[in-house]
């Protein structure tokens, strides 16, 4: 293995299958400063997850996520699977959004312009940012995300935005909410553990922001920062009647419903949450947790993962 290797993983069904015409231009540009690419395809499944984990293993020093938010959130998982499991010093990790979202690209300031995201690859310089993990329904032994994780409203929107077969990017999200906000969910009756503070209330939606950005237009934690050690728990702090909904939904659109009194805000390092009724939808970087899953635990990793950009 060369020092001046990049290692892409290339996920090909991204953006509905538009990923895989950008392979030729990623290799060209990335190997014009005579580096060498090595380049990956991902299979359907957590093929990105397993080439990343891998190449930590290996020493690579460089591994770049081409695709989408989950291709990021694979490639961050089987990451930060090896940092954390064997103590070896992260790889940086790069990102060419090409995928249907791109919000953690966005909010860690990566072009979208595929030329544009290898030149800050290619420039070198990268920012030390937090991370999450969190146990619970599909993942008891835990799955890391580096932009947020979702409960309730936000999840069932962003479930039903990856079913549309030929609608992507913010049109998929503002069909899927209109859907959602004809059948909008009943609250849970939930017990949430903030840090050390416990409370007892009836939600809809809380979002566990790392990032400022998810759903590929909404500020649900628009004052979070990557590399501050804590996340920003944005949370309906009562239930949101019927006449209200469409309201409150707007302003997600501009960060505004941190303004509201139906939310709260709380910067924290680790976070339960228990339903004493429905099993709650959780998501994390738009990867499914749960379709309904009773509780779960999530906690803050600081200052773990290099991040181009």
């Not at 290339?10 to 895989?20: I, R």
């Not at 990566?110 to 990268?126: E, F, M, N, Q, R």
């Not at 609608?167 to 969910?185: C, D, E, F, K, N």
């Not at 500020?219 to 006449?243: E, H, Q, R």
């Amino acid at each position: 293995m060369q020092d001046n290797e990049l290692f892409v993983i290339l996920n090909p069904h991204a953006a509905k299958g538009k990923a895989k015409q950008q392979e030729d231009m990623i290799r060209t540009l990335l190997g014009a400063e005579g580096k060498v690419v090595v380049l990956y395809h991902t299979e359907i499944g957590n093929g990105a997850e397993r080439a990343a984990y891998q190449a930590a293993m290996d020493g690579r020093k460089v591994i770049i996520a081409a695709g989408g938010d989950g291709t990021v959130n694979e490639v961050a998982n089987g990451i930060l699977k090896a940092v954390t499991a064997h103590k070896i010093q992260a790889p940086a990790l790069g990102v060419i959004p090409i995928g249907r979202g791109n919000d953690f690209a966005w909010g860690m300031k990566i072009p979208k312009p595929v030329k544009d995201a290898c030149s800050v690859i290619l420039a070198g310089k990268t920012r030390v940012i937090d991370a999450g993990v969190t146990y619970g329904g599909k993942y008891p032994e835990g799955r890391f995300f580096v932009n947020g994780q979702g409960v309730g409203f936000e999840p069932l929107v962003n479930f039903l935005a990856s079913d549309f077969k030929h609608v992507s990017g913010t049109l998929s999200y503002v069909l899927a909410l209109i859907r959602i906000l004809m059948h909008y969910p009943a609250p849970y009756d939930v017990e949430l553990s903030l840090d050390d503070q416990v409370l007892n209330l009836k939600t809809q939606q809380l979002s566990i922001c790392n990032g400022r950005r998810m759903g590929s237009a909404f500020l649900m934690g628009p004052d979070a920062l990557f590399d501050d050690g804590y996340f920003d728990v944005v949370y309906a702090n009562a239930p949101i009647p019927s006449k209200r909904m469409v309201p409150l939904a707007l302003t997600f659109l501009s960060g505004k419903q941190v303004e509201q009194k139906e939310f709260s805000v709380a910067r924290v390092k680790k976070l339960v949450m228990k339903s004493r009724d429905f099993p709650m939808p959780v998501h994390v970087d738009g990867e499914e947790i749960s379709k309904g899953c009773m509780a779960f635990r999530t906690e803050l990793l600081e200052s773990i993962l290099p991040v181009f950009c």
